[in-house]
């Protein structure tokens, strides 16, 4: 875990071997809300691959993004 000078998460996540492993949560700067997901290996032996935007949260925790399977960040930005 990282947290702000203010005290509330910043990101959250597991390490294996030095690497980023499975999801790591990047939260909004207030009320410890979440922002976004990545996904990364599962563990540090995989190989190697890009971590990927798994979902995402607006600043009212709703999800507005999920891989393969929802996206509403458009009418977000509309608003």
């Known amino acids: 875990m990282k947290f702000r000078e203010d005290g509330l998460l910043e ?3 597991q390490y ?4 980023k492993v499975g999801e790591w949560i990047e939260y909004w ?3 410890n809300r ?3 997901v990545y996904q990364y290996p599962e563990s540090a032996y995989d190989e190697p691959f890009e971590p990927y935007l798994l979902r995402e949260y607006n600043r009212n925790n709703s ?9 509403k960040r458009a009418q977000e930005r509309n608003r």
């Open 11 to 13: 990101w959250e996540g």
């Open 29 to 31: 700067p207030f009320r």
């Open 34 to 36: 979440r922002h976004y």
């Open 16 to 19: 294996e071997e030095g690497k």
């Open 63 to 71: 999800l507005i993004y999920e891989k393969d399977k929802l996206d």
